[in-house]
């Protein structure tokens, strides 16, 4: 099992001053080859936890691992297995091709390998028109194609992707995604931190969500979109308006039916509402609308999105309902 | 083949940092002050505290303040990689931190030698210059040496503590224009110089360079000079290894 991990965290914690940690308590195991989310709101320890992982902070407390050496003794030699784009931006003031050959060569990639990788990069970033430009003379969204660009110029085993596709364009983030994807695939493994949680939901394998750096969820996306309170929705739509009365009997329903019910919405003529094991429900709903002489335009039930299970899990009152993810 | 990690950030460091004005400004303005203070002072400075013409006088001064402009470029490539991130960047690739001081500091010296160059250069066909012995020519390269360690070990452990672009560059230029003119690189101390005054330029350790630069370039080096250079030498050991322990606590993260 060992040898399939690249990173490993145990009760991994970071305090930039004394008792104010930005990171505790975190339990995680990143594998080879998959794809790793890290979500979680502003400020919730996300850069962190990269920072830890990469080495660039020394944990305050608890112990982990890089490529199975003690993160705290880590040095040249694991840093060379890594690749990292950073949150904020990182360049020389130099024009945009030679920023990625003189990123090569740092890196210690022949010559030849990085003028050709330069010109992969450039074609696959989009980036062939600003070649001769300087980096920050470019616009934000490319800006960031380049920071990604740049990374990819030497080999790596793990990639840390801080927030690659804040201010990118759809159709240039799913490029990136699928590209991304595509080197997983080869065995890349990548850590992405991101608030997009579509494209979370698109290409990681696992997710962890961070909440006031703690790890408060951790799985397959499937499974923390289940995970929380059943959270399946039921979302109907009748053919005309409700009466009041109607909407009272309606709510009276609701209340007999399905007490655990959350976020009903009802007016004019939709109604939609959160409840686990919500199919019998929807018969009753059903029915209720056939004796009223109501015809249902729409009735569906569907999974909670990433995003609805994300936002549930980091309300205020996420902490009360969920603990920390327990060392493995 | 691979080159040394220090030796790949050294060219990074010209390459990513250097441009024509920068250039320029490091080396063109001293030759310009060699020039024009020279040609407008010679005249009217006397030549019993000068020990010879004004020109003649400023030009080891001027050599010696060099140490300055190559610190002052260090203290600056520091100062930007931290706000364009490339510390963090660096530092999370496959080198080391004493790498990336190692590689300041030999930028530092490069540029440091270079300006001697340069001013040696221009200075040549204004006063001429002295044969020096192998001695007196390792004093004066050993004096910038280490007086371009002092300086950058200083600014690089300001910059480590300050997090805003306008006050590090604000407290350099005071710092520079401060260390230059309190010092003897322009002007002799002689015993018309006020006592506080005269403290002060004793307490710069840019004196003690441009004396020891001067005495070389005069043929009276001696030992009055090797305490100097000594001198130089122990402020040196003493803000490099300030940069050094700082570094270890670099903070991460924007900076403006």
């Not at chain 1, 983030?173 to 698109?202: C, K, M, N, P």
């Not at chain 2, 006397?46 to 050599?63: D, E, H, N, Q």
Request: glycine share 8%; with cysteine.
């Amino acid at each position: 099992m060992a040898s399939t991990l690249v990173a490993k965290a145990t009760d991994l914690g970071y305090a930039y001053r004394p008792s104010e940690f930005a990171v505790r308590h975190l339990n995680l195991e990143l594998r080879r080859g998959e794809v790793f989310g890290l979500l979680g709101r502003n400020g919730a320890g996300k850069t962190t936890t990269v920072r830890l992982l990469t080495t660039l902070l020394t944990p305050t407390e608890g112990s982990g691992e890089l490529f199975g050496r003690d993160l705290r003794s880590c040095g040249r030699a694991e840093r060379a297995r890594l690749g990292v784009v950073l949150q904020s931006e990182s360049l020389d003031f130099v024009s945009v091709e030679r920023n990625l050959t003189l990123y090569a060569f740092l890196w210690g990639v022949p010559r030849e390998v990085a003028k050709a990788r330069a010109e992969e990069m450039l074609a696959l970033f989009e980036l062939e028109g600003s070649r001769k430009r300087k980096p920050w003379a470019l616009s934000g969204g490319e800006r960031r194609r380049f920071q990604v660009a740049r990374e990819l110029m030497h080999e790596m085993e793990l990639l840390f992707l801080d927030e690659p596709t804040v201010g990118l364009d759809a159709l240039t983030r799913q490029r990136i995604l699928d590209y991304l994807a595509q080197r997983a695939r080869a065995g890349l493994s990548i850590v992405f931190t991101t608030h997009i949680l579509h494209e979370a939901d698109l290409l990681c394998d696992r997710i962890g969500i961070l909440q006031r750096g703690r790890l408060r969820a951790l799985g397959v996306p499937a499974e923390l979109k289940r995970q929380y309170r059943g959270a399946r929705f039921v979302e109907a739509e009748f053919d005309r308006a409700v009466t009041p009365e109607e909407d009272r009997d309606l709510d009276a329903l609701l209340a007999r039916n399905a007490p655990e019910a959350l976020e009903v919405t009802r007016g004019g003529t939709q109604l939609r509402f959160r409840a686990p094991n919500p199919e019998g429900l929807v018969a009753e709903v059903a029915l209720w609308a056939a004796q009223r002489g109501i015809r249902l335009a729409k009735i569906a039930v569907r999974e909670a999105t990433l995003e609805e299970a994300f936002v549930d899990l980091v309300t205020d009152d996420g902490e009360s309902r969920l603990g920390a993810v327990e060392a493995p | 083949m691979k080159l040394p990690p220090v030796l790949r950030l050294l060219v990074r460091n010209f390459e990513s940092n250097l441009d024509l004005i920068t250039l320029l400004v490091m080396f063109g303005q001293p030759a310009f002050l060699i020039v024009i203070l020279g040609t407008m002072f010679n005249p009217i400075v006397t030549s019993s505290s000068t020990s010879g013409s004004y020109t003649a006088f400023l030009v080891p001064g001027m050599i010696a303040s060099q140490m300055i402009t190559g610190a002052v470029l260090s203290g600056r490539i520091f100062w930007l990689d931290r706000r364009w991130s490339m510390v963090e960047q660096l530092f999370s690739g496959p080198f080391l931190r004493a790498e990336y001081l190692a590689a300041l500091l030999l930028t530092t010296l490069t540029f440091a030698l270079v300006g001697v160059g340069i001013l040696a250069l221009v200075a040549l066909p204004l006063v001429g210059l002295p044969l020096l012995s192998p001695l007196e020519l390792l004093a004066v390269l050993g004096t910038i040496g280490l007086g371009a360690i002092f300086f950058a070990g200083l600014l690089i452990t300001i910059g480590i503590y300050i997090r805003s672009a306008n006050l590090y560059f604000t407290i350099q230029s005071l710092l520079q224009y401060f260390l230059i003119f309190i010092s003897t690189v322009y002007y002799p101390v002689t015993s018309a110089t006020p006592v506080a005054l005269r403290a002060v330029v004793y307490s710069n350790p840019l004196t003690y360079a441009a004396n020891a630069v001067r005495s070389a370039f005069q043929h009276r080096f001696g030992s009055d000079d090797l305490v100097s250079i000594g001198i130089l030498a122990g402020l040196a050991a003493v803000t490099f290894t300030s940069a050094v322990v700082s570094f270890r606590r670099v903070e991460f993260g924007p900076v403006q």
